[in-house]
């Protein structure tokens, strides 16, 4: 069975333009959740879709937004790309929601660089 | 309050030896979830090993443990018979509540293992 994967795996933008990740969870998963990690602030949890509605949603601002499709592809974007958006970007698929051994499977991430 | 704590940001330890990564949680809830991750230098998080707050005995897969206790809220990670190849960061995290809450995972700060030949 396939893994997650992210498209692009690296991106360069400059300030003020707008970047679309793309996230394939493992076939199969309803759940993708997507994290920012940088070396300052660690892993931070960004938003989560499950059957294309976000279910939950970390402290952000608005310029970060996501959306899932009907075969759980999701995307996120981030608008006016600040030089503290540069981080490696998560996305993690599961199956269900639930407390039991639902451990959530990562993709390879997708660095992003803002200059 | 931090959800997740990891007090050693680098450790290391010899190649063949045991080593056990702290991590210690936070919650009233009293469902939840508890992870541990694997990310080698290229990035990739690699899952390793889930503890539930009901589960009466400690997980284990193969060379990994989970040393749970629940009083404690503590939740270290021991890795027998370390190998060149566990050198990466582990991160510890909880997943709390019920299946209508969402699915949000808490992460430490994480810890830099190298293993030493």
């Known amino acids: 069975k396939a893994g997650v994967t992210q498209t692009p795996r690296y991106l360069i933008k400059t300030r003020g333009q707008q970047v679309t990740l793309s996230c394939s969870p493992i076939?199969?998963?309803?759940?993708v959740s997507w994290y920012q990690q940088t070396p300052g602030q660690g892993l931070q949890f960004l938003f989560e879709?499950?059957?294309?509605?976000?279910?939950n949603k970390g402290n952000f601002p608005g310029r970060f937004s996501g959306r899932q499709f009907s075969n759980s592809r999701s995307e996120m974007n981030v608008s006016t790309l600040e030089l503290g958006d540069s981080a490696l970007y998560l996305c993690?698929?599961?199956?269900?929601?639930?407390?039991?051994?639902?451990?959530?499977?990562f993709g390879p991430g997708t660095r992003l660089t803002v200059l | 309050a931090q959800k997740i704590t990891q007090t050693q940001p680098g450790m290391f330890v010899q190649e063949k030896e045991a080593v056990t990564l702290d991590c210690t949680y936070d919650?009233?809830?009293?469902?939840?979830?508890l992870f541990w991750y694997k990310q080698p230098s290229s990035g990739e998080m690699i899952f390793l090993i889930y503890?539930?707050?009901?589960?009466?005995q400690n997980a284990t897969e193969g060379r990994y443990s989970l040393n749970f206790q629940k009083a404690r809220k503590s939740a270290n990670l021991v890795i027998s018979a370390s190998q060149l190849g566990d050198s990466a960061m582990y991160f510890c995290?909880?997943?709390?509540?019920?299946?209508?809450?969402?699915?949000?995972?808490?992460f430490g700060t994480g810890t830099s293992l190298t293993v030493i030949p």
């Open positions: 993690a698929s599961s199956f269900r929601q639930g407390v039991g051994d639902n451990e959530q499977f």
């Open positions: 076939s199969g998963h309803r759940s």
């Open positions: 879709y499950f059957s294309e509605t976000q279910r």
């Open positions: 919650t009233s809830d009293p469902s939840y979830g």
């Open positions: 503890q539930g707050s009901y589960d009466q």
């Open positions: 995290a909880m997943r709390e509540g019920l299946s209508d809450t969402g699915n949000q995972f808490y």
